[in-house]
Structures are given as structure tokens and as C-alpha cells.
């Protein structure tokens, strides 16, 4: 299996086409990490990402989501009182580590595997204007599985409104 460097060079941020040809499987190869396609992709940019940033020195990823009232989960969440739902604030996060994992080198399909701890102190709602997803890498294995683990946090017009501890991301390679 080829590796993600093979077919994509780093680059320190991603404009939505970038992220729009990765949920192709244009950026890191066949069989390795992707982003899922809109109406799942939940950012628009990534305005950094680094191998050594962050709060523990190991990479970390900053995402932002512009909001728009007529964004499809605010229609059927919930009619007369819409909210973006919590859960897909926690898998931008998600796609955020999966996506590091991939930039960083490392091959396979990757899964969310699980989180330690999430915490909601905000929601975020159509009259918003930006989410900001700040994402910092504690631990990384690499091997059969890649693992990434991360703590995150999520901003609505730069209030903080989630936490996510220790959010694990996997990388199956799957050598065939």
C-alpha cells in the first residue's frame, strides 16, 4: 500500500475544495484516510495544522464551519427551536484527528473509535456566524493500527460551547 505522502504534499492549511477533493479520496490515496462528503463534512476550512503545535507539542488541527440558517440539520433539529446537534460537533473533531492522521504520514481507512469525556456548555444555533474546532494531538501510534488520540474544543462566535477528552482515531492498514 502507497503511502499518503505518495499522492498529496502537506500543506499548513485547506480551503473547502481541499477538503472536498479529500472526501473523494483524492488527497491521500486509495484505501487511506478521507474526509466524509458534504452534507457530513462539517467544516469548511482548516485554517492550521501543524506536526508539533498544540497544547501537548504532538500537531495540532484548527477547523472552522461557517453557519448559514439554512443548513440541513438546523431544518429537522428541532422544528421551531433548531440546533446544530451535539454529536456533530464531537465528529468534526473526529474527522479533524483522521484527517491529521492522514496528513501526518500515516495510511489506512480511518474510524472514530471512541472519546474519553464530552462536555456541552453552549449549543450552537442559526443565528450564529462561525464554529471554530480546535484540535490537540496527545498521543500517537503508528503500526498496524495508527492511533491518534486528542483533546478538542468547539467555539461558536468565540464562545466556548463543547470539550471532547481524549478522543481516539483509528487508521486500519490494510496491506493487501
Sequence with gaps: MSGPHDYHTPKNAYTKEDLLESGK???????NAQ?????????DRITEITVDGGQFGKGSVIGELDITPDLWFFQCHFPGDPVMPGCLGLDAMWQAVGY???WSGSPGKGRALGV??????GEIT????????EIDIKRVRRGKLNLGIADGRVYVDGEHVYTALDMKV???????
Excluded: A, S
Excluded at 128 to 133: A, E
Design 100 to 102: 491529521w492522521l492522514g
Design 170 to 176: 483509528g487508521l486500519k492498514n490494510v496491506d493487501t
Design 25 to 31: 479520496g483524492g488527497y491521500f490515496g486509495p484505501g
Design 126 to 133: 442559526p443565528d450564529k456566524k462561525l464554529v471554530r474546532y
Design 116 to 121: 474519553g469525556e464530552v462536555k456541552f456548555t
Design 35 to 43: 474526509l466524509p462528503v458534504p452534507p457530513m463534512l462539517m467544516m
